[in-house]
């Protein structure tokens, strides 16, 4: 079975810092694209980052605050997040993409990441 599991969220203030980790069993990092997403309370879930090989993406709301990372040894991905502001709370999940069929297939259950202003 695959598994996702996200962890790391927490309480911060305003201009603090977390780094959230996906612990991923019974997938291969080999070719499959693994995402960070967020869902604030009553908006939809959005994409905040998600990682390939050699490549990362950034959602333009989180540009040059967080950094995307694996570690393919360990079977983890982390999402380093700096200067974290109010509106980046939100559940945040980590999700790997089917590579048969393209779409992000598997989900851990989410971390939760309060900002307090």
């Known amino acids: 079975d695959v598994q996702l599991q996200a962890s790391g969220g927490g309480l911060v203030q305003a201009g603090g810092s977390l780094r959230l980790s996906c612990l991923m069993s019974?997938?291969?990092?080999?070719?499959?694209?693994i995402g960070w997403f967020r869902q604030a309370p009553g908006k939809e879930r959005e994409p905040a980052s998600c990682?390939?090989?050699?490549?990362?993406y950034y959602a333009n709301s989180v540009k040059g605050r967080i950094t995307i990372s694996r570690d393919n040894a360990r079977n983890l991905v982390y999402l380093q997040m700096n200067n974290l502001k109010p509106e980046d709370t939100a559940v945040y999940y980590c999700?790997?993409?089917?590579?048969?069929?393209?779409?992000?297939?598997?989900w851990g259950q989410g971390t939760l990441v309060t900002v307090s202003s």
């Open positions: 019974g997938i291969s990092f080999d070719g499959n694209t």
């Open positions: 990682i390939s090989e050699g490549r990362q």
């Open positions: 999700a790997a993409q089917s590579i048969a069929s393209g779409e992000y297939s598997y």
